[in-house]
């Protein structure tokens, strides 16, 4: 074989394996940059900076494990095919949604803004809040004020600080011991059923649907199939209402809150009809006739200008 051929190809590995070898023995597990390395290997480079820093990430929450709080990974955002969330902890504080920023330059907090180089990130904290709100509408009325939002900057030390958005920003240092800190709301049961019940909605292969007014106002025999609606009768509707008490070796269950009962159960958890009649369907009933005049109004109103402007174009 001439010399040089499948040399250049040699080089390139064994520099990549310095690179491995280099990010193993740093403290922050993050390459530094390397000028001298042509543009062939940044892809590489790319990949093990990303890699380190979610390996940090994990790590740093991990800290928060012995205190009680279980984070799950990279769950499906709910009402949302294209999105997801990065990490949610659930442990005796509440519920922290936490949204992940690495940012490289100047970061601050002035007059409650996260600013990144001078330039205010709100946007970036209000969609960590917006991800928030959607876990919020999954969890019982009793769970749902335990919610909070976090921004976790990568990287970076910051006290939580409450920033414009709705969020706190903290460094990544500080994540474990802020999530420790926060005053208790939930008992060791609570955090055992909220992380079944978030991991049977969101770590599935589809995340659930995000639920609109009108869904909430819908009567519930919509949601139901032709047989199922065929074979329900009044006297069955009241004996589904009827109450079973639950066995004292019963595992406990999550309660499904009550605008998702009509949307369907999550994984595992048994259906019971309790909708009686004469509730949900009036509701329905009477926000579907308040539609229709509505619909009436407007469309004689829109008639009215159309004559009224013919007119004047007459004269």
């Known amino acids: 074989m001439d010399q040089g051929i499948g040399t250049e190809r040699t080089e390139r590995r064994m520099r990549r394996r310095g ?35 979610v390996a940090g ?27 997801s969330l990065e990490h949610v ?53 009793a769970h749902r004020r335990a919610v909070q939002a976090v921004v976790w900057l990568s990287g970076r030390e910051l006290a939580p600080t409450a920033v414009r958005g709705g969020a706190t920003a903290v460094g990544e240092r500080e994540l474990a011991a802020h999530l420790v800190a926060l ?39 919509v949601w139901r199939t032709g047989a199922d609606a065929a074979t329900r009768t009044a006297d069955t509707r009241a004996t589904d209402a009827v109450a079973t008490p639950p066995r004292a070796d019963a595992v406990p269950r999550y309660a499904q809150p009550a605008n998702r009962a009509v949307a369907g159960l999550h994984a595992g958890q048994a259906e019971a009809h309790a909708d009686g009649p004469g509730t949900a369907a009036p509701r329905g009933a009477r926000g579907d006739a308040a539609l229709r005049v509505g619909l009436v109004v407007l469309g004689l109103l829109t008639v009215g200008n159309v004559l009224l402007a013919w007119l004047d174009a007459a004269h």
Do not use: K
Request: hydrophobic share 45%; net charge negative.
């Open 89 to 141: 902890a659930v442990g005796p504080g509440g519920v922290v949604v936490i949204g992940s920023v690495r940012w490289t330059g100047a970061i601050a907090v002035a007059d409650g803004t996260l600013r990144h180089q001078g330039y205010g990130r709100t946007t970036d904290v209000t969609a960590v809040a917006d991800a928030a709100g959607a876990v919020t509408a999954l969890l019982a009325p």
């Open 19 to 53: 690179l491995r070898r280099a990010a193993n023995g740093r403290a922050t597990g993050v390459p530094s940059a390397r000028p001298e390395v042509d543009r062939s290997d940044d892809w590489f480079d790319a990949w093990l900076t990303e890699a380190a820093e």
């Open 57 to 83: 990430a994990r790590g740093a929450l991990a800290d928060a494990g012995a205190a009680g709080w279980t984070v799950l990974h990279d769950l499906h955002r709910p009402g949302a095919s294209d999105a």
């Open 183 to 221: 005053p208790p709301v939930f008992s060791a049961e609570d955090v055992a059923l909220v992380v079944e019940y978030l991991t049977g909605e969101l770590a599935g292969p589809a995340g659930p649907d995000q639920l609109t007014v009108d869904d909430v106002f819908r009567p519930a025999a």
